[in-house]
Structures are given as C-alpha cells and as structure tokens.
C-alpha cells in the first residue's frame, strides 16, 4: 500500500513537472542530452563540427540538439538557444559564440542550472566564463603561417609589402589572434596585441576586411592594390577569403608573384594549397573539437569531472598544422596529402 | 425613338441587401442624363451594371439596340462605354499623354513598333493636344508635364477629354464638381455641354441639384434600387426633385411610364 | 427659380477659357524643384560627379586613374545587376527581400547542375535562370493574385530560397580552379577587356547594357508605362485599362530572371560558387536604389538613378578606403545617403502642392 502511494506521488511529481517543462523529465529518464551552439549553419567549419559531434554523440548515446544563428553575429539567436537548452534540460552545451562578451550572462545562467558549458573554436571573454574551452590555438595558427612566409622569402622579407585581409571591422577575437599571430610569426612588431590595424610597420600596407567569404576577400584585395599594386604577401582570415584575393590578383595578372597564406584547412582550402593558390594554410580540426566537447559532456553527466585545460595554456588545444607542399626551414608542417586526410567541409 | 442604352428588369443583390430591383434605364441620343437618388438608394450599383464593374444577377442591356454582357470594367470600354470616375483614375506621376492612352498606347509603325515594341510618343502627343484643344483645353503648354502638377479642375478637364477622345458611345460622369470650387466646377459644366454637342450622350451623377437642373435633358431619379420617375427639369423644381428622392411626394404618373 | 445660382453669377465675368494651363513666375527653387521633378536621376548624377571630383582631388593619380574608376564598376556590377531588379519592383510599389538569395540559389543551380549531375554547362545555365524566374513568378504570384504585401511575400521567400539554397548545397563551394578547368561557361561574366590600365569585365558591361536596356523598356514601351501605373495607383491603372495583375506578375518574373543573371555575373566575379556568398544583396541593391532617388511609394525615378546610387556607393566605399579611413565611415556616409535621399524625393513630390 505503502509503495502504491509512493508511486502515486512520484507519477504526480512527474506529471506535474512534465507541464510545467516535459522536456527535462525525458531527457533525464532516457539520455544524457546535449546542445551544439554555432555561429552559423552555412559555414561548412561548423558544419563540419556539427558531423563530429553528432558522431561521436550517437557513439555515446547522447541525444545531441543543433542550434545555429543565422548569420555570423547574430547574438539573439544563440541566446534563445542556451535558454531553450535549460529548459530542455540538457547536461551540457558546446558553443561557438559569436558575441564572446555578451553572452556570458547566458552562460552564467546555463552554469548556474547545472550545464557543463565548453565554449568552442572561439574562446569567450573572460576566458573562464566557461567551465572548458576546446580550440585551435588561433594566435600558433597565424604565428605558422608568418614564420613560413618569411622563411618562403628569405631576404626579401625585408622588403615585403603585406596586405592583411581581416574578417570584420568589429575585430572578433579569432581575428586578431590570427592577424597578430601572423604578424609575429613574420617578424613585425604588433604593439598591442589585442587589436589590429594599430602597427606602423611600412611593409604592411594595410587592413581591410572580408567577412570571411569570396566576395569580400576580391573587394578587400582590390581595394589594397589600388593602394599599393606591389603587394607581394597577403595574409587572409580563411581560405574562401583567400580565394577571392587570388582572383583580385589574377585580374591583373599578378597571380604567380604573391605569396598568399591563410588559415582553416578546409577541404577546398587545401586544394587550392595543391593548387598553388595559396602558398600555405594553418589546418584546424573542428571534427576533434566537437567530438572531445561530446565526450566531456558525457563525463560529467556520469560523475561530474570537468575538462582539464592544456598543460601551459587555458583551454584545451585541439592543434594545429600546417599545411603545404613548400616546406620551409625551421617550421614545421604537413605535406597536402596529409593535409587531404585531415580536412573538413 | 430606341435610346442608345437600355436596360430592362436590373437585378443585384448583396447577401440579403438589394441594391437594384428590378430597375429600367433609358439614355437617348445626344442627351445629357443626370441619376440622381438619395445616399444607399443603388444609384452607384446601377451604373457600375452599366459600365461593366458589377455583373447584374438578372436583367439586360442594350446597347445601339445589341444586347450586351460585361464582366469587367474593360469590357464596356471595348464596347464604347467610358467612364470618368469620381477619383479620376489617373496615375499622378505620369503625364497628360500618358494617362490619355494608359492601357491603349500607340506604337510606331514597321520594325521599331513590332519588334523594339516602341511608342509613338509624338503621335501620342499630337493626338492629345488635338483633343484637348478640340475641347477648350489647351490654352497650351507642355502636354508632357504629370498630372499632380495640374488643378482639380485640369486633371478633370483630362479625364474628360480621355472619355471622349476614343469614339466613345456613351459618357458616364460620377460627381464631376464634388470637389472642385465654384470657378472650377463652371468650367467642368460647360465642358459637358461642349461634349455633348458634339454628339456623345452623357450620364451624369450629382448630388449637386443646380448643377443637374442646369445641364440636364432629362434627370433620372432613383429610389429604393429602382426607377422612381424619369422627369424634366424645365417642368419642375428643385424642391420637387428632392421630395420625389426621398418620397416626400407620390411622383407624377406621366413621368413613371416615361 | 433661376439656373444659374446668384455666387455663380461671378463665376461667369471671370476668364472664360476652360481649364487653362498658366505659367506662373517660378522662383529658382521652385524651378529647381520642378526640373528634379521632370528628371529625379539628376540628383543622384550630381552627387555622383560630385564624389568623384572630391575623392580625385583628395587622392589624385591613385583614384583618378583608368585602373581605380574602372575598379569601381567591377566592384558594384552585383549590386548593378541586383539593383535593375530591384528598381522594376520599387517602381510597382513593393519590394524585392529576396534579390540576394535568388541570385545565390541560381547560382548554385548553375554549379550543381555542372558538377554534381554533369550536365552540359549550357544546360546548367539555362536551368539556373529558369530557377531565378521561377522563384519570381512565386513572388508575383503571391502578390499579385493572392494580394500579400510584397513586404511579406519576399521576406517570406527570402528565408525559404536561402535555406534550400543551403540544404541543396550543402554548403559546399566549387572552387575557381574547377569551374575554370571543366565549364569556363560559367565564369563568362568573368573575361574582360583591357585597355591602357582600363578594365572591363564583361559583368560590368553587361550591368550598363541591361540598365540601359532597360531605362528604354520603361521609357518606350507600353508595358514600362504600364509598370509606372501600377506603382503610382494600381486601382486608377486598373480602371484606366491596364491588366495590373499581369504587369505585376511580369515584374516579379523578370526581377527573378534578372537575379539569375546576377548569379551567373557572380560566378565571374568570385571565381566560384559560393553558397554563403550574397547575403546582403537585398539591402545592398535596396540602398542603390534609393540613393538614385526611385521612390519607395512606386511609380516615380528612373533607372539610371540607381545605377548612379550604386556607382555613388562605390565611388565612396574605394574612395575611402584609400584614404585610409576606418571602414565604418563608408557605412555611416552612406547612412547619411540615405536619408539625405528620401528627404529629397519627399520634398519632389511637394511639387504639384
């Protein structure tokens, strides 16, 4: 009798529960639930993550939920998503932010509910608004592919003209990690490292952005020739961008005399790499991303361990490398078939 | 005499709501109309049936003695029926000329007409200068200016002038001085007048009394979605008319079998 | 009781001419005003010629060169193209949300029909376009027989051509070097001509030619009067004989069509196919359109205004740019364009009061 009862007041709780937010009742009954927050869906970067998490959930039994903005920066969206993930009562959400500062308030929150929150490729500010972070070293990616550039050129580093293809005016993190990064790495001081365009150095002869797709990288790399139609070493934020500077450099018939370098190693990416369209490209893994963020979460709703971050850095890196078939002395990189292997999207 | 426009037994309903009962329409030749009724008594129905832009449900009309179906406002225009409405109808922005042959552009003869499509705007031009000179119109300038740049009483000097220009049969004016001034709505007058004496019959609606005491032949008058009398203006008063209109006073028999 | 009323009696000692045309003593503004009326792309040219003066005194050689005016038209013959569409649908009263998507959808049919089927690149081509005037009759349609606001009806189709655009790619470029290697046809827009430091691409060529094209459709053809009507009163051209349902259907078509060029011309342009390329053609050719001083009402401005709005943007986004300038001075100055813009068309419009 007594058990009956029980049991009726547990049917109760759970009915009662179940109007106010059914969603929970399920998920913590049946599966560990999970929610992959992206910029965008379009990207095939993000696409790419969304395979490798929806892999490696399937392989652990995680029910796994996708939500994306609609264009990159549409912050509203992700919010309403890490909401939506509360409520449905997921145990951990893998976000791509596009607004870093902004949306650690909602992060705050889904930490409060009890989420593991593991901010992925793109590091939120602080840092430690999230319980982990899995992604590409950004800064490493652009240092390679400055160093590589400038040992490509040898002496006449010295007299390089760069153009520096940026993605958006409102210089997100990843941006200026790479844009730093590269300009390190090829030797030019960067004063603060925090944003971009601040450098007095006469071999850049300038910043212009893209937002990361073919048609900015043509309009960006026009505009930089009208200034300066010498331009012999063009740093671009990604490859499709990188894309767009070569046909801009083949309308006027420069194509063969400008070392451009980019980075994402996107499976196009590196087949411009082989091309000889680009002359290097920093490959980042998006797949392992997603899948090490799955398996973290699923940690955690066993028996809570958090992700630790990297020995001497505070996220967790999930590498890099570069990729090209020109070696260059003193950096270290990957041939473009291993890079083939590799690639996403 | 057949009149030019008959219509016999005009019947439309809305829902429960007969706007016509089995109504009667005559227009003779040359005349000049007026309908006049009060507020809701189906005269705007009544003409709508005629000019084609509502579909009687029962009833006929004649036209030049040819029995005649409209199902759209184009339909009585093919037929020789041009209507001016009380909006005028013309597209503000565009020019004289252009209102003048919306819908009926001329295009220039051979290759560039049937193949490149192209207008004949200086004959287009030409004729509208011809037909508004022909009506009084065209103290001059430029045919080409909009038509917002024109007075109340000039954009209804141009609709006139487009009714009457293409071999129309029949004129229908709907409250052509509703919202001209006293100087204006003279000029409109004897632009009717004008119109008609050059053979075109005209039926006016006005609420207007003296205006339709002074132009009518003869003044149709309507109520409760039928012919009430048709009367003629000579023979009786303003205060007659108004009192038929609203039934003040039985109507005389002579004038209903008219 | 007499005809003729005693306050009428007046009215018969005034001048006797019916409704007569006066001219009255115009100040110059007023004139101003009435010629701006008569031509409303003069603005925009004034502003145009304007900007290229200033830039070309500020920079010389670098912006007043063969290379950087030409420059300037590569780089607006998307928003060109974009914007011809645009117009004829401004022009009727509505607005076209989904210029931009249509051109990335068929765009993508192109690429996809080459590559993924192997299809005969003229084929794909063909299938393209007939995917860019398919999606216009659904806006036409829905405007014109359903009666939805154009508002509505292209935002609607804005979100679905997008999102089938991104399902059928799969979000997946075909590269420049592929297209050029295996259906050169599809880089067409791309080739160009050269002379002194002078480029033409044919993009670009082909974005004055249609405007061109299409400035003598609307001037010299019945159903270009017909597209004025039904923007500046579609019950009065209805009234007055024109089939205003099949006009607007028309405009829809052919503003699709025009996209599917627009897509064509981007393949030249970027090299590839790209499907996250062109998300903001729609504001873009709105922004053109306006800055040429075609009313968002309907029925008043000309063509060529817009391609003057596109080439101003242009002028001022290079023009900056060399300057130096962060690049959202160019956003905020075309901001300013903007209002600047409508406040003039208002204020044309004032010109019958």
């Known amino acids: 009798m007594k058990s009956l009862t029980t049991l009726k007041t547990a049917l109760f709780a759970a009915a009662a529960l179940g109007v106010m937010a059914s969603a929970p009742v399920y998920a913590a009954s049946h599966s560990v639930g999970a929610c992959l927050i992206t910029k965008t869906d379009t990207n095939p970067f993000f696409v790419k993550m969304k395979e ?45 932010a596009s607004d870093t500062s902004s949306i650690v308030s909602a992060v705050q929150q889904a930490r409060d509910a009890g989420l593991l929150v593991i901010a992925l490729d793109t590091p939120l500010e602080p840092i430690d608004s999230a319980d982990a972070t ?43 990690l790479r844009d730093q990064g590269f300009l390190t790495g090829f030797g030019i001081d960067v004063k603060d490292p925090g944003k971009w365009g601040d450098e007095d150095d006469p071999r850049i002869v300038g910043n212009d952005v893209t937002a990361g797709n073919e048609e900015g990288g043509r309009r960006a790399m026009e505009n930089l020739l009208a200034k300066d139609p010498m331009i012999n070493v063009v740093y671009t934020i990604n490859e499709p961008a990188a894309a767009g500077a070569y046909e801009a450099l083949k309308a006027i018939g420069r194509e063969n005399d400008v070392l451009i370098v ?51 850095k505070d996220f967790f890196d999930t590498g890099v490398a570069l990729v090209t078939d020109k070696p260059a002395e003193g950096v270290e990189s990957i041939s473009v078939a291993e890079g083939m292997d590799k690639c996403w999207g | 005499m057949e009149p030019i426009l008959k219509a016999r037994n005009l019947v439309k309903r809305y829902g429960r709501v007969v706007a016509l009962d089995h109504c009667d329409f005559d227009l003779h030749e040359g005349e000049i109309l007026a309908v006049i009724g009060d507020n809701g008594a189906g005269k705007s129905t009544l003409i709508k049936a005629i000019s084609g832009a509502v579909t009687p449900d029962e009833g006929k009309i004649w036209l030049e003695g040819k029995e005649v179906k409209f199902h759209s406002p184009l339909d009585g225009r093919h037929a020789g029926i041009e209507t001016v409405y ?34 004949d705007h200086k004959a287009m031009e030409a004729f509208a200068r011809e037909k508004l000179s022909e009506l009084g119109l065209m103290t001059i300038q430029n045919i080409n200016q909009a038509v917002e740049t024109l007075s109340g009483g000039q954009r209804q000097g141009v609709a006139v002038a487009r009714a009457a220009a293409f071999g129309s049969k029949v004129i229908i004016l709907d409250e052509p001085t509703a919202a001209l001034g006293v100087k204006e709505s003279r000029r409109v007058l004897e632009l009717i007048l004008d119109v008609r004496s050059r053979g075109i019959p005209i039926i006016l609606i006005s609420h207007n009394m003296p205006h339709v005491f002074e132009v009518a032949d003869r003044i149709h008058i309507h109520r409760l979605g039928k012919r009430l009398c048709v009367i003629n203006p000579k023979d009786y008063t303003m205060s007659d008319a108004v009192a038929f209109m609203t039934g003040a006073k039985e109507p005389p028999q002579q004038a209903v079998a008219a | 009781m007499s005809n003729t009323q005693e306050f009428e009696k007046a009215a018969a000692t005034s001048p006797t001419a019916v409704a007569a045309f006066t001219t009255h003593d115009r100040s110059a503004v007023k004139q101003i005003q009435h010629v701006l009326h008569q031509s409303p792309w003069m603005v925009p040219l004034i502003v145009l010629i304007g900007s290229i003066l200033v830039f070309g005194l500020l920079l010389g050689q670098k912006f007043f060169s063969p290379f950087a005016l030409t420059l300037i038209l590569q780089q607006v013959q998307i928003v060109g193209i974009l914007g011809a569409a645009q117009s004829l649908v401004i022009l009727t009263a509505g607005i076209d949300l989904s210029v931009g998507a249509i051109m990335v959808l068929s765009s993508v049919v ?57 399902l059928y790619s799969a979000n997946e470029t075909i590269r420049a070097q592929d297209i050029a290697e295996q259906a050169p046809l599809l880089q067409f827009f791309g080739n160009k001509i050269a002379f002194g430091g002078a480029v033409f691409t044919f993009g670009a060529i082909f974005m004055v030619l249609l405007v061109l094209f299409l400035a003598y459709v609307l001037k010299q053809t019945a159903w270009g009067r017909h597209v004025y009507a039904v923007g500046d009163d579609p019950e009065a051209a209805e009234l007055s004989g024109v089939q205003v349902k099949r006009t607007l259907i028309s405009v829809y078509m052919l503003s699709g069509l025009i996209c599917a060029f627009a897509g064509w011309a981007l393949i030249g342009r970027i090299g590839s196919v790209s499907p996250t390329s062109g998300q ?29 709005g596109a080439l101003i943007v242009g002028v001022f986004s290079l023009g900056l740019r060399l300057l130096g300038a962060d690049a959202q001075w160019t956003y905020l100055l075309i901001g300013v364009l903007i209002i600047a813009a409508v406040s003039v068309d208002q204020w044309i419009r004032k010109v019958s009061v």
């Not at chain 1, 490209?281 to 809570?304: N, R, V």
Request: glycine share 14%; proline share 4%.
């Open chain 3, 280 to 308: 903001l053609g729609n504001i873009e050719s709105i922004t053109a359109v306006v800055i040429g001083g075609i009313s968002l009402f309907g029925g008043r401005g000309s063509i060529m205004g817009m391609l003057f």
């Open chain 3, 110 to 166: 192109m690429g996809l029909f080459s590559f993924r089927y192997g299809l005969p690149t003229e084929l794909a081509v063909a299938a393209g376009i007939a995917c860019g005037t398919f999606c216009g009759f659904i806006n036409g349609f829905l405007v014109a027989v359903m009666k939805l606001p154009p508002f509505i009806v292209t935002l609607g189709m804005w979100q679905i051509v997008l999102a089938t655009n991104f």
């Open chain 1, 134 to 176: 899995f992604a590409t070293d950004n800064f490493l990616a652009g240092e390679l592919i400055g160093k590589w550039a400038a040992a490509t050129l040898g002496d006449e580093a010295a007299n390089a003209k760069i153009a520096m293809l940026d993605l958006a005016v409102s210089q997100p993190s990843v941006g200026v």
């Open chain 1, 52 to 96: 490798g998490a929806e892999a490696k959930a399937a392989e652990l039994g995680v029910s796994l939920k996708s939500y994306a903005g609609k264009v990159d920066g549409d912050h509203e969206t992700q919010v309403a998503a890490i909401e939506t993930c509360i409520a449905d009562g997921a145990k951990g959400i893998l976000l791509t």
């Open chain 2, 86 to 119: 009380q909006t005028l109808a013309m597209s503000p922005a565009l020019s004289i000329t252009d209102n003048m042959f919306m819908g009926r552009e001329l295009r220039k003869p051979g290759f560039r007409g049937s193949v490149l499509r192209q207008l």
């Open chain 1, 262 to 312: 980019s980075v994402d190693g996107g499976c196009p990416g590196v087949a411009n790499v082989k091309d000889g369209v680009i002359g290097a490209t920093s490959q980042q893994y998006p797949l392992l991303m997603a899948s090490k963020g799955i398996e973290a979460i699923a940690a955690w709703a066993k028996d809570g361990t958090k992700p630790v971050p990297t020995e001497g």
